[in-house]
């Protein structure tokens, strides 16, 4: 599906049905994603969680994907992997992502699931297809039905104009919506802030959602996205954030 058609909430979705012996292992990509990103993410995953114990490694291990596959052959339960945003990772490391994925996924007990915006069955070379699932945009009607679930104020043009900003995309629907509640203001108000605003509506949303955002607590997070890594609780309580505030 394109940008902003859902696929990370469809995909969050369909886990609510998987059953309770799956183990998930998740991750989001981005461009500069290597096999090492994936591999230290999801053996420290099965690490941490009990399931470890039956893990039979063999010492001769030389590299991390054999050991990634030790563990999942030595789990005798199914693993249902999802990789987010495939597609985005730099063709020259998605080449060797895909090879790594074409081995792990003769395992009998692996699911592969992959969301990207384009339909590319050359993005994963070898890998057999079992299904592919395209998300659009929702129809006008359906849109309107969404509205109207959420609870906002709104007439027939200011839906009218809504969609057209929106073009029916969930991403963009769903996130006006939280706006306009944290701001508790109707849809009429708040296309009146976007035609005021002078932006694009991409940008607007994007502005207008930080903006609600607390200062302290949003230059924390940007302090998190240059460090790239995981802080302790201990590391929170220095910067006097616990774990009710975040």
Request: hydrophobic fraction near 45%; charged fraction near 25%; glycine fraction near 4%.
């Amino acid at each position: 599906g394109f940008l902003g058609a859902g696929k990370r909430q469809f995909l969050s979705y369909v886990q609510e049905f998987l059953n309770d012996d799956v183990i998930l292992l998740e991750y989001f990509c981005k461009e500069g994603t290597v096999c090492d990103d994936i591999l230290l993410d999801f053996t420290r995953k099965i690490e941490e969680n009990s399931i470890s114990k039956a893990v039979n490694i063999n010492t001769k291990i030389t590299t991390m994907d054999v050991k990634f596959k030790q563990m999942i052959s030595s789990i005798k339960k199914p693993f249902v992997i999802i990789l987010h945003s495939y597609d985005d990772i730099s063709q020259e490391n998605r080449e060797l992502v895909g090879k790594l994925l074409e081995a792990v996924i003769q395992e009998a007990n692996v699911k592969l699931v992959v969301s990207t915006r384009a339909m590319n069955p050359a993005l994963i070379e070898n890998v057999e297809e079992d299904r592919k699932i395209l998300l659009k945009a929702f129809s006008e009607d359906i849109f309107r039905e969404y509205i109207g679930a959420s609870n906002i104020e709104a007439t027939d043009k200011q839906l009218e104009d809504f969609y057209k900003h929106t073009r029916g995309y969930y991403y963009y629907t769903a996130l006006s919506i939280k706006i306009m509640q944290a701001m508790n203001i109707n849809l009429g108000e708040f296309l009146q802030k976007f035609s005021q605003s002078g932006m694009d509506f991409d940008a607007f949303l994007g502005a207008t959602y930080i903006n609600l955002v607390p200062t302290a607590i949003r230059n924390f997070f940007w302090f998190l996205r240059t460090i790239r890594h995981g802080l302790t609780l201990n590391a929170l309580a220095v910067f006097e954030f616990s774990t009710a505030r975040l």
